[in-house]
């Protein structure tokens, strides 16, 4: 059949399969000119089935996913165990905010560097050695001694660094083997490890001590051991896709400067990052000071010492766990389910879901000393809100950014959304609760206000109150640190506003972007897609036994790229090869 009667493929591109089950398929308006039918032959690149996967598929996927679980357990086993490390060391709050900073700000200054890589060398590669890092770094952190904090914040910082190696990269592989709605599911699952790696941290961090009576350094000294599992997995088990090859194109990497030039220049790209920014502010900071701050406030609403601080940061990391597993598939599940009929749904589920995570944490801070059961709820249910974003935020940058410059929109997102996010948070609420301790230092008593709640100095009325027992056998939290956390935990409030305001404004400019992106894959000079369009058109009389992925049309595509056809028994797809 001549190629020039071949109509514009206005629908989606799409691979043949060789059982006919399942099309994967990319937005495109490129069609098979003669000129390309002529001479030239053009290669049809094999594109994984959207509706179908492979085992090799589904085992690296499970791969990023367990990694990513530990990496974020071991980025919070120190927030459950906040306290002792405190004791220990002898730290206040601005130094104990200064741990989580320090890895955050070694974890952004070097994503950008493993972005550029990622988008030229080996991923497999880079992965392996940076989680093999980290992993050392987090298990030598466990025995330095109490005279040596600052050492215990370089090891901090050399893991940040192992990290940031894997988070830039990772996500860019799963957007290589998947598109479209498959695609979406694939990065809900792979961010729903964020909050349950998390919750998980802070289990993990407290369960040796309150549970086999060990010193708390044990708790650093487990994700280093499942660490270990992973950078085998990663070695001999993952798939590393040519990049872009979802998509079908093989788009070469263009120079940094360009790179850094088009994101610029991609307004969703830039206002997503924007949010996500408030997303990462208010989590870190929460995660931080959370099972603290509940802690202190169960205290004043108690009025007594046997408040254990253990035990709050296991039903916080507990709650955080089963919030991460409502919360982020729910909000892929909104925003494929929407995007249907509204193309930008995406950004709007986000901003929604900031909204309503707004009012119920500024409950848990009125909450948390008048009662703990309350606070515990509104906690959890701000969480699910606030979870809503995760997979959709980087399914945002997966498809309005070619695949080649990926790996480094997710590293400066990474880097924008920690440095103004949660690299200063957890430091900066430290610093403006130290700030605000003299105002409410009653070295004896605490001032609170008749409900527990916030209130000015001529509200408050003067409670004597008996020390929080701590963690540690040497020192015990002081009920001081009550109202300036409080009130420096406020911040986060006015955050999220922020936050929902730039997804607003992302949706904006969102279809315009995604259709530049698509545009841009589809007339890759490298490689055509014969689409499903095509296919049907390619055989004179479709019939239910002759039609997608029919042998007939096979043939007619062999003959039409002049290629020979050679069953590819790993993704069930017949491909036609230019010869």
Same mark, same amino acid.
């Given at each position: 059949?001549?190629?020039?009667?071949?109509?514009?493929?206005?629908?989606?591109?799409? *691979?043949?399969?060789?059982?006919?089950?399942?099309?994967?398929?990319?937005?495109?308006?490129?069609?098979?000119?003669?000129?390309?039918?002529?001479?030239?032959?053009?290669?049809?690149?094999?594109?994984?089935?959207?509706?179908?996967?492979?085992?090799?598929?589904?085992?690296? @996927?499970?791969?990023?996913?367990?990694?990513?679980?530990?990496?974020?357990? &071991?980025?919070?086993?120190?927030?459950?165990?906040?306290?002792?490390?405190?004791?220990?060391?002898?730290?206040?709050?601005?130094?104990?905010?200064?741990?989580?900073?320090?890895?955050?700000?070694?974890?952004?200054?070097?994503?950008?560097?493993?972005?550029?890589?990622? &988008?030229?060398?080996?991923?497999?590669? #880079?992965?392996?050695?940076?989680?093999?890092?980290?992993?050392?770094?987090?298990? @030598?952190?466990?025995? #330095?001694?109490?005279?040596?904090?600052?050492?215990?914040?370089?090891?901090?910082?050399? #893991?940040? #660094?192992?990290?940031? $190696?894997? $988070?830039?990269?990772?996500?860019?592989?799963?957007?290589?083997?998947?598109?479209?709605?498959?695609?979406?599911?694939?990065?809900?699952?792979?961010?729903?490890?964020?909050?349950?790696?998390?919750?998980?941290?802070?289990?993990?961090?407290?369960?040796?001590?309150?549970?086999?009576?060990?010193?708390?350094?044990?708790?650093?000294?487990?994700?280093?051991? +499942?660490?270990?599992?992973?950078?085998?997995?990663?070695?001999?088990? %993952?798939?590393?896709?040519?990049?872009?090859?979802?998509?079908?194109?093989?788009?070469?990497?263009?120079?940094?400067?360009?790179?850094?030039?088009?994101?610029?220049?991609?307004?969703?790209?830039?206002?997503?990052?924007?949010?996500?920014?408030?997303?990462?502010?208010?989590?870190?900071?929460?995660?931080?000071?959370?099972?603290?701050?509940?802690?202190?406030?169960?205290?004043?609403?108690?009025? &007594?010492?046997?408040?254990?601080?253990?035990?709050?940061?296991?039903?916080?990391?507990?709650?955080?766990?089963?919030?991460?597993?409502?919360?982020?598939?729910?909000?892929? =599940?909104?925003?494929?389910?929407?995007? @249907?009929?509204?193309?930008?749904?995406?950004?709007?589920?986000?901003?929604?879901?900031?909204?309503?995570?707004?009012?119920?944490? *500024?409950?848990?801070?009125?909450?948390?000393? @008048?009662?703990?059961?309350?606070?515990?709820?509104?906690?959890?249910?701000?969480?699910?809100? *606030?979870?809503?974003?995760?997979?959709?935020?980087? &399914?945002? !940058?997966?498809?309005?950014?070619?695949?080649?410059?990926?790996?480094?929109?997710?590293?400066?997102?990474?880097?924008?959304?920690?440095? %103004?996010?949660?690299?200063?948070?957890?430091?900066?609420?430290?610093?403006?609760?130290?700030?605000?301790?003299?105002? =409410?230092?009653?070295?004896?008593?605490?001032?609170?206000?008749?409900?527990?709640?916030?209130?000015?100095?001529?509200? !408050?009325?003067?409670?004597?109150?008996?020390?929080?027992?701590?963690?540690?056998?040497?020192?015990? !939290?002081? !009920?001081?640190?009550?109202?300036? *956390?409080?009130?420096?935990? /406020?911040?986060?409030?006015?955050?999220?506003?922020?936050?929902?305001?730039?997804?607003?404004?992302?949706?904006?400019?969102? +279809?315009?972007?995604?259709?530049?992106?698509?545009?841009?894959?589809?007339?890759?000079?490298?490689?055509?897609?014969?689409?499903?369009?095509?296919?049907?058109? %390619?055989?004179?009389?479709?019939?239910?036994?002759?039609?997608?992925?029919?042998?007939?049309?096979?043939?007619?595509?062999?003959?039409?790229?002049?290629?020979?056809? /050679?069953?590819?028994?790993?993704?069930?797809?017949?491909?036609?090869?230019?010869?």
């Amino acid at each position: 059949m001549d190629s020039k009667n071949l109509k514009s493929n206005m629908s989606d591109q799409a *691979l043949l399969n060789s059982n006919s089950q399942g099309i994967s398929s990319v937005p495109s308006s490129r069609s098979i000119s003669s000129e390309e039918s002529g001479d030239h032959k053009p290669e049809i690149v094999p594109v994984y089935s959207e509706r179908k996967f492979t085992r090799s598929q589904l085992m690296t @996927v499970a791969i990023l996913c367990f990694v990513n679980l530990i990496n974020y357990m &071991d980025r919070f086993t120190v927030a459950g165990i906040l306290s002792d490390v405190q004791c220990f060391y002898g730290i206040d709050d601005s130094q104990g905010g200064l741990i989580q900073t320090v890895f955050i700000i070694a974890y952004m200054v070097f994503a950008p560097i493993f972005g550029y890589m990622g &988008d030229r060398y080996s991923r497999r590669l #880079i992965m392996a050695v940076g989680v093999a890092f980290w992993t050392v770094a987090a298990l @030598v952190s466990s025995f #330095i001694p109490q005279e040596h904090f600052y050492w215990f914040l370089i090891m901090r910082c050399l #893991i940040g #660094i192992g990290e940031a $190696s894997y $988070s830039t990269i990772a996500p860019t592989i799963i957007s290589d083997l998947f598109v479209d709605d498959l695609r979406s599911k694939m990065l809900a699952l792979f961010y729903f490890a964020i909050p349950v790696g998390s919750g998980l941290g802070y289990i993990v961090g407290t369960f040796p001590k309150t549970t086999l009576g060990v010193e708390w350094q044990w708790g650093l000294r487990i994700t280093p051991v +499942v660490g270990t599992v992973a950078t085998l997995l990663i070695i001999f088990m %993952l798939v590393d896709p040519p990049r872009g090859q979802a998509e079908g194109s093989k788009m070469e990497a263009t120079s940094y400067a360009e790179d850094l030039k088009s994101l610029v220049k991609n307004p969703s790209y830039i206002l997503s990052t924007a949010g996500s920014t408030a997303v990462a502010f208010v989590a870190g900071a929460l995660a931080w000071w959370g099972p603290k701050f509940i802690a202190l406030g169960k205290a004043v609403h108690l009025h &007594d010492n046997t408040v254990d601080m253990g035990q709050v940061s296991f039903v916080f990391g507990l709650l955080a766990m089963i919030a991460g597993i409502t919360g982020v598939p729910l909000g892929s =599940f909104a925003g494929q389910r929407l995007r @249907v009929r509204f193309p930008r749904a995406d950004p709007l589920v986000c901003a929604f879901g900031l909204f309503m995570s707004t009012p119920l944490m *500024l409950g848990v801070l009125l909450m948390a000393g @008048v009662n703990t059961d309350a606070t515990f709820v509104l906690a959890f249910f701000g969480q699910v809100f *606030l979870n809503l974003n995760w997979a959709i935020v980087a &399914d945002i !940058l997966l498809y309005v950014v070619v695949p080649t410059r990926r790996a480094t929109a997710a590293a400066f997102q990474i880097l924008i959304s920690h440095a %103004l996010g949660d690299a200063g948070s957890p430091y900066f609420i430290g610093q403006v609760s130290e700030a605000l301790k003299p105002y =409410f230092n009653t070295s004896s008593e605490i001032l609170v206000d008749a409900n527990g709640s916030l209130g000015n100095s001529s509200q !408050l009325i003067s409670t004597p109150m008996p020390p929080l027992s701590g963690n540690c056998s040497n020192s015990t !939290l002081n !009920l001081d640190d009550y109202v300036p *956390l409080q009130w420096s935990l /406020t911040m986060c409030i006015i955050v999220q506003m922020l936050g929902g305001l730039f997804f607003l404004a992302t949706a904006v400019f969102l +279809v315009r972007d995604k259709e530049k992106a698509d545009r841009t894959v589809a007339t890759d000079p490298k490689a055509v897609l014969v689409s499903s369009y095509d296919a049907i058109e %390619l055989n004179d009389s479709p019939s239910k036994d002759s039609g997608v992925g029919s042998e007939q049309n096979c043939e007619e595509i062999e003959a039409l790229t002049g290629g020979e056809r /050679t069953p590819d028994s790993d993704s069930g797809l017949i491909l036609a090869r230019d010869t």
